[in-house]
């Protein structure tokens, strides 16, 4: 019989910018090289899922990184 292996949530930041094509581009800082793309906020979204499972399954469990963000914060300055 397999031994039924938990599996763990984890939480990244995921960044979404508009680009000029109209959808959006998202960008995980935590997970180096991994980006993605949807035509509105909601499909951006669900790729985003996506391909942060997948990046995560690529990895031995022990080389799967812990978020080193904080969050996104805006900041303001005076120009």
Same mark, same amino acid.
């Given at each position: 019989m397999k031994k039924r292996v938990e599996k763990q949530i984890r939480e990244y930041t995921a960044i979404f910018e508009k680009n000029e094509l109209g959808g959006f581009t998202v960008t995980?800082?935590? #997970?180096?090289g991994l980006v993605t793309q949807g035509d509105n906020l909601e499909n951006? !979204?669900?790729?985003?899922?996506?391909?942060? =499972?997948? !990046?995560?399954?690529? #990895?031995?469990?022990? =080389?799967?990184p812990e =978020?080193?963000?904080f969050g996104s914060f805006k900041?303001?300055?005076a120009i």
């Open positions: 995980v800082p935590s #997970l180096h951006a !979204y669900a790729m985003a899922k996506e391909a942060i =499972e997948c !990046y995560l399954e690529g #990895l031995p469990p022990r =080389e799967i =978020e080193n963000t900041v303001a300055v």
